[in-house]
Each structure stands twice: as structure tokens, then as C-alpha cells.
């Protein structure tokens, strides 16, 4: 059973407006899916599967409990209104009625209990993803932004990047999830079910993703004015598109080349933005915010909210609070030349 196929993009941005507005890109590049109806990974499957079963045994429930209520107005409307009541089934009681009651409620205990079972069953097919071979990711939430740490792998070293994963299809991935903050949610509906990150603790999730594709994961927890606005985004990739992908995270930043993006540089580095950014490769070294190395390889900026291009990039810089207000970066007043001359810099981030 399948209700909701693939989001597509026009449909979704008809639909919900505010949604063109927080995906912009995805409607250029490849669709973002969200749909735990549309499953795109085994932990999916397994809860769409429980999804379907409940779906039919409430349906039946429910249609059969409808069928009751119109049977019995049915048979009150053809007994004649000026007889006298039957008064008779005080005194005898109606046996017949009584067995329906009993039966009814038997398969009702039946029904749950097979219902729980189903559930049971569920939860532990979710644990039984193997991990050998997983890719293993640090994932912290912040108000409202993610940070991803990627372990170093066979052919890659040890990585930062932020609000957009790469998986690669067909590997398991071993997430553990800490709120820097406040609590967030990760869910990516087209891979798993919900998993808060909860400041203190660190929990973990694991899934596969068994087809390519781009999927969509909105913080699923409350977690300030801004939460609307702190999307994740799943990309899986073919394994040696995303050991491409790897590598070229763990590779150092470009150096600049020409002129412009020379002085960029030099300006990034020399105000406050490397407090609290990092570009490997430079002096800057912050880490309280995204990682900047190779921020033009992310589709968008800021958790989902703006394209990553050079207008946007500008728009954010110049003042952030504009686009997401409440976002701990502040506004670093620079001249025009400066802005455009970071902004020329941060664009060959490649
Ligand atoms: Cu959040």
C-alpha cells in the first residue's frame, strides 16, 4: 500500500509554500524525497510494513464497527415508533446480544495483542542491521544548524561538514546523535523512523540506504524560533561517487589563486568569522559553527533555508539575521569591496 509516492517537487511547492521557500534547490536538482510511505532503506521498509498491517487491521475495525452502528439504526427505524417499548429484555435478557458483546471483544484483545506482536517483532528487525563495514558519523544538533564529523575511512582522513550527509548505497551507517544545545530530532522518513538528540546523552542510530537519491530530513523536535528552518539532507550516493565525495572532504582547502580571492582570504581570516568557523587549510580554526573547507560542495546554506551561490552567500553574510533571525551568527560589518571580495573567496571552496 502506497498513499504517497516519491514529493514531488512542483506538487510540494504548490502545496506547501513555505517549503519552496526552506528547499529551494531541491526542485532544480534531483527531487527530495520524504516519505516513510515511499521507503528508500531496509529500517524503512521494516516500519512501513508495520504501517501497512495496522492500516488494515484498524481499517477492518473500523469498518466493521461502522457496519454495527448503521445495522442498528437500520433496524430502530423499521420497528413501529407508536408500539409500546419491549420492556420484555429487562426480564430476559438478549442472549443473542450478549454473545455478539463477548465475541467482539475477544477479537478486539486478539487484534492488539497481534498488533503488539507485530510491534515487537518490528523493533527487533530494526536492531538487527548488522554494523561490520558501517560508516560512522558524529552528528550534533545545534539551534539550527547540524554538524557532521565523519570517522576517517580507508582512503579518506577525518572530516567536518555540516547540514548535508553523504551516505554511500548499500553500507550501513552507525550515526551517534548529540544536541549541542537544546533537544533536536533526527528524521529522514524515506530511511528511518524518528531518534531525538538529547543534550548529554548520546544515542544512535543505523540505517542503509538501498537506492540513490536525496533525502529530506526536517528537525522533528521543537527546538526554537528557527526550528522550521534546520533541515538535514541524506545524499546516497554510489559507493565510489561518495568515496570521491569523501576524499575530497578530507583534502585540504584550495588555496586562493587569483587576486580577489586572495584578499577574501585575508579578510575571513583576519575578522571574526574564524572564531568560530574552520577552513582547513587557513588560520581558521573555529568550531562553532559549520565548517566552511569545502562549503560550496553543500547545495544549500544555512540548514536548507538559502541556494548556495554567490547572491545568496552575500545576502547571508551581510546580515544573517535577516534570513534566519535568532541565528547566533551575528552580522560582521564589512565594507562592500571586503564583503565582495570574501564572498568571491568562499565561492572557490570547492
Ligand atoms: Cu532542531
Known sequence: MRLIGVRGCDALARAVPLASVVTPIACAAAPLEHSALAPAGV???HIVRLWDLTLVVCGCVFAAVLAGVLFALWKRRSTDAAAPPALDVYVQP???????????????????????????VTDRALSKLPDANAVRIDLTGWQWW?????????????????????VPVGRPIVISLKAGDVIHSFWVP??????????GITSTIEFRADRPGVYDGPCAEYCGAEHALMALRVVADPPDRY????????????????????????????????NCHMVRGTSATGLLAPDLTHLMSRQTIA????????????????????VKPGTTMPAVPLTTPDL???????TTLK
Open 340 to 346: 565582495q571580495a570574501l564572498v568571491a573567496w568562499l
Open 303 to 322: 540548514a536548507g533555508v538559502l541556494p548556495n551561490d554567490a547572491a545568496d552567500l552575500t545576502r547571508w553574510i551581510r546580515d544573517p539575521g535577516a
Open 243 to 274: 568515496a570521491a565525495w569523501a576524499a575530497a572532504q578530507a583534502a585540504n582547502a584550495p588555496q586562493p589563486s587569483d587576486d580577489l580571492a586572495v584578499r577574501g582570504m585575508q579578510v575571513f581570516e583576519r575578522s571574526t568569522c574564524a
Open 146 to 166: 547540524w554538524q557532521a564529523r565523519y570517522a576517517a575511512g580507508p582512503s579518506h582522513g577525518f572530516f567536518i561538514t555540516a547540514n548535508e550527509l553523504h
Open 190 to 199: 524515506s530511511l528511518h523512523g524518528k531518534k531525538d538528540l538529547l543534550p
Open 43 to 45: 529500517q524503512a521498509e
Open 94 to 120: 438478549e442472549h443473542r446480544t450478549q454473545r455478539a458483546v463477548v465475541w467482539a471483544s475477544m477479537l478486539s484483545v486478539v487484534l492488539l495483542v497481534a498488533l503488539i506482536v507485530a510491534d515487537v
